[in-house]
T-cell receptor
Framework: KAGVTQTPRYLIKTRGQQVTLSCSPI?????VSWYQQTPGQGLQFLFE???????NKGNFPGRFSGRQFSNSRSEMNVSTLELGDSALYLC??????????????FGPGTRLTVL | DAKTTQPTSMDCAEGRAANLPCNHS???????VYWYRQIHSQGPQYIIH???NNETNEMASLIITEDRKSSTLILPHATLRDTAVYYC???????????????FGKGTHLIIQP
């Protein structure tokens, strides 16, 4: 079974631009979560989508948004990029979505650099 | 979700068992203990999880104390490829489904020495 895939793997943008990252979950997984990882803040939860609906949300500004499609693929968008948005963005999928018994499987991440 | 406390770093000799402790003294009855690891520049990898009973899989064993206030992850025969940051996470299963995202702390940087 193929793992979680994320595209692109690397991205360079400038301040003020917007960016869209893509995540394809493991086949059959309906929950997709997004995380931001920076050296200073570590791994932080952004949001979770399940059945095309945002079910849980972390503490990030409204510039960070996402969506999920009927095939469970998800996209994450960051508008008006700031230097502090430079990070590794990780996507994770799980089978049942949110229930603690089900582990999350992470993708390799998208490394975003904002200049 | 309950907070966890882990040592910042640990060393272990290759071939020996690596025992990684985690304190979660405020854990509640419906919270599971999860372990993940992250090898440099890769996404975190699920290792194991448990509620009350000890668990074992092909990667590791998880020992949870009877009062559930602490746990130990055991890698039985550590190899150089086990060098990574190991995260202990407690996570609640909410009624009706859905849970907050995983809350990662700083984790333990495990270094396997040749």
């Amino acid at each position: 079974k193929a793992g979680v895939t994320q595209t692109p793997r690397y991205l360079i943008k400038t301040r003020g631009q917007q960016v869209t990252l893509s995540c394809s979950p493991i086949s059959g997984h309906r929950s997709v979560s997004w995380y931001q990882q920076t050296p200073g803040q570590g791994l932080q939860f952004l949001f979770e989508y399940f059945s095309e609906t945002q079910r849980n949300k972390g503490n990030f500004p409204g510039r960070f948004s996402g969506r999920q499609f009927s095939n469970s693929r998800s996209e994450m968008n960051v508008s008006t990029l700031e230097l502090g948005d430079s990070a590794l963005y990780l996507c994770a999928s799980s089978l049942e979505g949110g229930r603690a018994r089900n582990e999350q499987f992470f993708g390799p991440g998208t490394r975003l650099t904002v200049l | 979700d309950a907070k966890t406390t882990q040592p910042t770093s640990m060393d272990c000799a290759e071939g020996r068992a690596a025992n990684l402790p985690c304190n979660h003294s405020t854990i509640s009855g419906n919270e599971y203990v999860y372990w993940y690891r992250q090898i440099h520049s890769q996404g975190p990898q699920y290792i194991i999880h448990g509620l009350k009973n000890n668990e074992t899989n092909e990667m590791a064993s998880l020992i949870i104390t009877e009062d559930r206030k602490s746990s130990t992850l055991i890698l039985p025969h550590a190899t150089l490829r086990d060098t990574a940051v190991y995260y202990c996470i407690v996570r609640v299963e909410r009624l009706g489904g859905g849970a907050d995202g995983l809350t990662f702390g700083k984790g333990t940087h495990l270094i396997i020495q040749p």
